[in-house]
């Protein structure tokens, strides 16, 4: 047995940390950390108290960088991590492991443990980006022994429970494909919330710390418990650089929270009992067929619910086969998208709908609603040959690979400005600043989910950060360089002209990508 789990967890390792996915994932994480981690020459630092900054020692250099790293690690590592379990039963692997003789358990359990791994390695990865960022920018000693004692404490929890709700989710099939990925995101959020409710009151213990895997709650708990402020930011703030530096001591944990985070542990281990009951052990009558017939999540019912809607989409094939060269391309991607998603159908209409009748200033959430459902829709529109093995007949066909990315990208241009035309128009009259946003947010959006695409060969990359990036940006309403389409209305000209910049350079790349995929 103990041979199997040691097998299991290696090739989960080694494969995961062969994919392109895993390389983005890692630049993304090295640019993060240099973002973090402001300059306080600049009047910028990462923890803020009461205007004064706090001295770069190695014990707030962790503790700040583990609590911005569980903000947005429990959903960039589910995306990642998530998709084994498809691609076994894609490739044939399933049926294989499927008639060998280890228990379910030990191969749950194993996988279970390569998802560990491999969360860990990541989080390694940052770690040492952050002690090179420390002898850059840090003030003092660098304490190995803090770095390792506060990731281990703040972010372990969150790593299990990712790796738990990885593994349930893979096991049980209505959550294997599309809706299993939305749900997760509103389980991440709510699990976000906890962390709030914890620090509603800093001055006693409280449950919901049970449930902080991020670890947010406990951080904001530990550094307000020594440095009492009314005004604490941890994630960077400016701050008055005429009062003195605070200093956090090393050691910042106490036993009662040592034991929390052992207890959270401990709860986010819990859906391995499920996911275990759950297993369906690559059975093709139980993954096969319901994946043939679109699954049995709650989106997959609804498209399916739905599908007499799909009759609006149809007229748009046989124009699309009328029409020559790209434009006859980018037309049959946008009714393929449409005709496999009867509920974005509903979607338009309803945004239709809203779009003409709600008054102005509420026209920014109509367009949030909008970007999102898009978002989720043109994250498969890059991926979707490679993932039913069409791409090499799609690269003979006139054009190649570079016609057939151009046409994505426009094909997901279009999608959005079918989601979003009435506020468009409005806009264009209106707010002409709001309404080049949107445009260039969504060139740039577009285009960016065709480079991560083929990078990472997945839709999970980009739709990962793309929840991630409107998430934050619904919470930081004020800051120009967030609000990439405009719903805000903190656009400004040069955030608009950033937007129009990226949107030049990642079509370039992602020309250079397709010109390297045809060689």
Known sequence: MNAAITALLLTEVRLRMRRPGTLVAVLALIVLTWLMVGDPAKGHAMIVSDNARVTYNSSCLAIGSAALTGLFFGLIGFYLTRGRMNEDIRTGVGAVLAATPSGSGVFVFGRWLGNVAYLCGLLLIFLVTMLVLHL???????????????????????????????????????????????????????????GAIATANHKSWSPALLLDFSGIGIVIAQVSAVLPSSGLVIGGGDFDASLAPRTLPNLL??????????????IALLPLLPALLLFHRFSPDRVKVRAGQGGWSPLALLNRVLRPCARIARPLLPLAARLPGVGGH???????????????IVAALALLVLGCAID????????????????????EISVRDAQYDVDAMTAALP???????????????????????????????????????????????????????????????????????????????????????????????????GYLVAAGLLLLLGRLLALRQSR
């Open 330 to 344: 980018v037309l049959a991607l946008l009714a393929l998208v449409l005709l496999t998603n009867p509920a974005a």
């Open 136 to 194: 850059l920018r840090g003030e003092g000693p660098m304490q190995l022994a803090v770095y390792l004692q506060t990731y281990a404490l703040v972010l372990l929890p969150l790593v299990f429970f990712t790796a738990s709700i990885v593994l349930l989710f893979e096991s049980w099939p209505p959550l294997m494909g599309k809706g299993g990925d939305v749900l997760y995101f509103v389980l991440w959020t709510m699990q976000l919330s906890a």
């Open 360 to 379: 102005g200033p509420q026209l920014g959430a109509v367009v949030i609603g909008a970007i999102v459902v898009w978002g989720i829709l043109i994250s």
């Open 399 to 497: 054009g190649g690979r570079l016609r057939s990315y151009a046409a994505q990208w426009l094909a997901s241009c279009l999608l959005a400005l079918l989601l979003t035309a009435p506020v468009l128009l409005r806009w264009l009259a209106h707010a002409p600043l709001r309404a080049a946003a949107l445009l260039c947010g969504v060139a740039a959006l577009s285009a960016a989910a065709g480079v991560l695409g083929g990078l990472s060969r997945t839709a999970r990359t980009f739709l990962a950060l793309f929840l991630f990036g409107m998430y934050v940006a619904t919470q930081a309403v004020t800051i120009p360089a967030l609000d990439v389409a405009g719903f805000n209305g903190a656009a400004t000209i040069a955030s608009v002209t």
């Open 253 to 266: 944990w106490t036993a009662p929270i040592v034991w929390t985070r052992i207890a959270s542990a401990l």
